[in-house]
């Protein structure tokens, strides 16, 4: 269970991650009347418990050469964290997540091209013996920033 504290560390990292100095995590441990260790410490506790997955900049894939492609698929129940957990475990996803669909299961992956995605979706195939998954390539992008604001 989050309390008040690490909400707020959760949204003030969402927020106003300080960029421009060497300490970034001293900078948040000012914010919070906390020191830098203790900053470091709850973020790994939170890494642990799965609250946060990683911590580090978005770059615009496509100027940088990169192919991404949001996918969906459709998982077994029994089967939903097995699956996300194989899908999280490869370098260029983004984003995994369950949604109330009969594609329930979606992810963005980035990869430096369209054949190293079509491996990984064929390796997902292989895997979990899934093979209905939705290709939906970007045509547009609508939204750079999203922040999940944690609720006290």
């Known amino acids: 269970m989050l309390d008040k504290e690490r909400k707020e560390m959760l949204n003030l990292l969402q927020t106003e991650f300080p960029l421009n100095t060497t300490k970034p995590f001293l900078e948040i441990a000012y914010k919070l009347n906390l020191n830098e260790k203790e900053v470091i410490d709850r973020i790994d506790n939170l890494k642990a418990e799965g609250y946060i997955r990683r911590i580090g900049g978005i770059f615009d894939s496509k100027k940088l050469g990169y192919y991404s492609l949001?996918?969906?698929?459709?998982?077994?129940?029994?089967?939903?964290?097995?699956?996300?957990?194989?899908?999280?475990?490869?370098?260029?996803?983004?984003?995994?997540?369950?949604?109330n669909n009969d594609y329930n299961l979606w992810f963005t992956v980035t990869a430096v091209s369209k054949?190293?995605?079509?491996?990984?979706?064929?390796?997902?195939?292989?895997?979990?013996?899934?093979?209905?998954?939705?290709?939906?390539?970007?045509?547009?992008?609508?939204?750079?920033?999203?922040?999940?604001?944690?609720?006290?």
């Open 70 to 99: 949001l996918c969906a698929i459709k998982v077994p129940k029994e089967k939903i964290m097995e699956v996300a957990n194989f899908i999280s475990n490869y370098r260029g996803v983004t984003h995994n997540y369950e949604r």
């Open 115 to 152: 054949e190293e995605i079509k491996k990984f979706l064929e390796g997902i195939k292989i895997h979990t013996g899934i093979k209905d998954i939705l290709e939906l390539p970007c045509i547009d992008v609508f939204k750079i920033k999203a922040t999940f604001h944690v609720k006290e």
